[in-house]
């Protein structure tokens, strides 16, 4: 059986997130933030339903964004933990340590301001906890779909949403845990990051597509997500076809945008493309919008 604790992120903008409980084989999938409110709040809820932090046997991060993996710095490091080993690129990671990045995104953002957000968003995504240090992890490779059994468990590492996501399937139930990667009305899903060197930004949009084919083919019974409650496979895929509808059509229009111009102005491309989102959030556009740039086979390196 799967127990869904859903947790607040400690900002009115961000979506609740979720974390699942599985009752027989004792295995936590995510940590929820980096606020303490939030585990203080998961350890009152896994307690009156019987449960302790002791009995976690195993500790799965779906991806390395931090209202997945925030939390896992107040679980005891007795627990092993099973991830994506490119989670690892991003540990430790604070502001001190993007200034390759910086000048990146200085590059295609002229407004001092957006560009700020923008940084700080990137540098929010990863753990400056370094809260993987001195703990018993068991790693998958995302670059050959790496698998590793636990149980009825099988954890396939692969790249799309980010370059360390990790998805579940119990053989038993029929049931995937997949993190971030299929979220309903969610009109940004591959989201652009920073490479393993810290100097530069990476999208993974083309593995995206693979990603979603992949869970298709797994044909699960349910998929529990990040955000939200769980699909049956119908909702699954309606949710997959929306979301290559929405890609490619966004794609279009980004590509045309840019074989129309002589100077590229991203600045200029996400505000026209995206005016009625700018105002909610800025990075989620320009991950958008960059992604496709790369995929236009642009080169974003400065020196």
């Known amino acids: 059986?799967?127990?869904?604790?859903?947790?607040?992120?400690?900002?009115?903008?961000?979506?609740?997130?979720?974390?699942?409980?599985?009752?027989?084989?004792?295995?936590?999938?995510?940590?929820?933030?980096?606020?303490?409110?939030?585990?203080?709040?998961?350890?009152?809820?896994?307690?009156?339903?019987?449960?302790?932090?002791?009995?976690?046997?195993?500790?799965?991060?779906?991806?390395?964004?931090?209202?997945?993996?925030?939390?896992?710095?107040?679980?005891?490091?007795?627990?092993?933990?099973?991830?994506?080993?490119?989670?690892?690129?991003?540990?430790?990671?604070?502001?001190?340590?993007?200034?390759?990045?910086?000048?990146?995104?200085?590059?295609?953002?002229?407004?001092?301001?957006?560009?700020?957000?923008?940084?700080?968003?990137?540098?929010?995504?990863?753990?400056?906890?370094?809260?993987?240090?001195?703990?018993?992890?068991?790693?998958?490779?995302s670059t050959s779909q790496e698998k590793v059994t636990v149980g009825p468990w099988t954890f396939v590492s692969t790249m799309g949403h980010s370059s360390s996501d990790l998805i579940a399937y119990n053989t038993l139930t029929g049931i995937a845990i997949t993190g971030d990667i299929i979220l309903p009305k969610i009109f940004f899903n591959a989201i652009i990051e920073l490479d393993t060197d810290l100097q530069n930004l990476t999208s993974f949009r083309n593995e995206f597509y693979d990603e979603m084919d992949y869970i298709l083919e797994l044909n699960p019974k349910s998929l529990y997500i990040g955000h939200g409650e769980p699909l049956d496979y119908k909702r699954l895929t309606s949710s997959v076809n929306n979301t290559i509808k929405r890609m490619h059509r966004t794609e279009r229009k980004i590509t045309k945008a840019i074989s129309d111009s002589k100077n590229i102005n991203l600045t200029e491309m996400i505000e026209k493309i995206f005016k009625t989102f700018i105002p909610y959030d800025y990075f989620l556009p320009f991950s958008e919008v960059t992604s496709i740039y790369l995929d236009n086979k642009h080169d974003l390196h400065t020196n």
């Not at 084989?25 to 939030?38: A, H, N, R, V």
């Not at 490119?86 to 990146?104: A, D, M, P, T």
Request: net charge negative.
């Open 1 to 141: 059986m799967i127990k869904t604790y859903t947790l607040p992120q400690g900002n009115a903008t961000s979506p609740d997130v979720n974390m699942y409980w599985d009752t027989e084989c004792k295995i936590l999938f995510d940590c929820g933030p980096d606020e303490i409110e939030s585990f203080l709040m998961f350890k009152n809820l896994f307690e009156m339903d019987g449960n302790s932090i002791g009995t976690i046997k195993a500790i799965v991060i779906t991806h390395h964004h931090i209202d997945h993996l925030g939390g896992l710095k107040y679980f005891p490091k007795s627990i092993p933990v099973i991830l994506n080993k490119n989670v690892l690129h991003f540990q430790n990671v604070n502001w001190n340590l993007i200034q390759g990045s910086e000048r990146v995104i200085g590059s295609l953002i002229d407004t001092e301001d957006i560009k700020n957000k923008v940084l700080r968003r990137i540098v929010n995504e990863y753990d400056a906890s370094n809260s993987l240090y001195d703990r018993k992890i068991i790693t998958a490779d």
